[in-house]
């Protein structure tokens, strides 16, 4: 059951992707994209609560999920109700944040960061692809260069906020942290690209189980990360078939 309902996920996300190639308008003025756009909606985990542990405990993937993200998903639901952002994208809202309200940027980010952090995260990830692992060592050095720098980018965040791999415009692998739900997705974020790996470093992501030890948070991400969608995520993104 949960399976269906992450792979229906992922085909949404394909389906995004795919319809997303064939425009080059950032503007949300297309049709095209307006047409077969099915609008915005709580995926589903593709595994229990309890499928982190010991790394990420069950009550706060619970609270995490069904009360945080839920929370954010309703909360833009209504922001963006009959207005005609209920039938665009997310990568296209976020290029055009800034015209945006706060309450759309927050709960938008929210909604969409938290989904990429879920899929991003599995008890049997497995390792990079060897493409994006070549990537990672041409564009860091080598993996433990790109690690460190990942951890820094998480542990030394000031406050709530996320710590990001993605891909710029010149199709390179950079690290960054971004402040509250912000993503490099967004116009107003300096560092803009599209997003791979994401890690929520907001105190609700860790609190119950790690209280002020972050860093211990932080390492124990590197044993829950799924390689594979985050691997296949970098394939389309380099191919230009994905945008976020
Ligand atoms: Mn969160």
Redesign the pocket.
């Known amino acids: 059951m949960e399976r269906r309902h992450f792979l229906s996920l992922m085909g949404m996300a394909a389906l995004s992707a795919c319809v997303s190639s064939g425009s080059k308008s950032n503007n949300g003025s297309s049709s095209a994209v307006a047409d077969s756009f099915s609008g915005h909606i709580f995926p589903q985990l593709g595994y229990g609560y309890d499928a982190l542990q010991p790394y990420i405990d069950a009550q706060t993937m619970e609270l ?1 999920y069904d009360k ?2 839920r929370g954010y998903y309703k909360k833009f639901m209504a922001a963006i109700d009959g207005s005609e952002l209920e039938k665009t994208p997310m990568h296209q809202i976020f290029a055009n944040i800034s015209r945006h309200s706060e309450s759309v940027r927050n709960n938008g980010g929210g909604y969409y960061n ?1 989904m990429l952090f879920w899929e991003n995260m599995s008890p049997d990830g497995g390792d990079p692809s060897a493409r994006l692992l070549n990537a990672i060592v041409k564009n860091f050095g080598s993996y433990d260069e790109f690690k460190a720098e990942f951890n820094s980018a998480a542990k030394s965040h000031f406050g709530s906020g996320w710590a990001w791999l993605y891909m710029d415009s010149d199709k390179n692998l950079k690290v960054t942290s971004t402040p509250n739900q912000d993503n490099p997705l967004m116009d107003v974020n300096p560092e803009k690209g599209i997003p791979l790996l994401a890690l ?1 470093v ?1 105190e ?2 860790y609190y119950l189980k790690y209280q002020n030890m972050r860093g211990d948070y932080v390492d124990n991400f590197w044993n829950v990360i799924n390689w594979k969608t985050v691997s296949k995520r970098w394939e389309k993104a380099h191919k230009g078939e994905w945008e976020g």
Do not use: G, K, T
């Open positions: 995490h945080h993200h938290h929520d907001w609700h992501a």
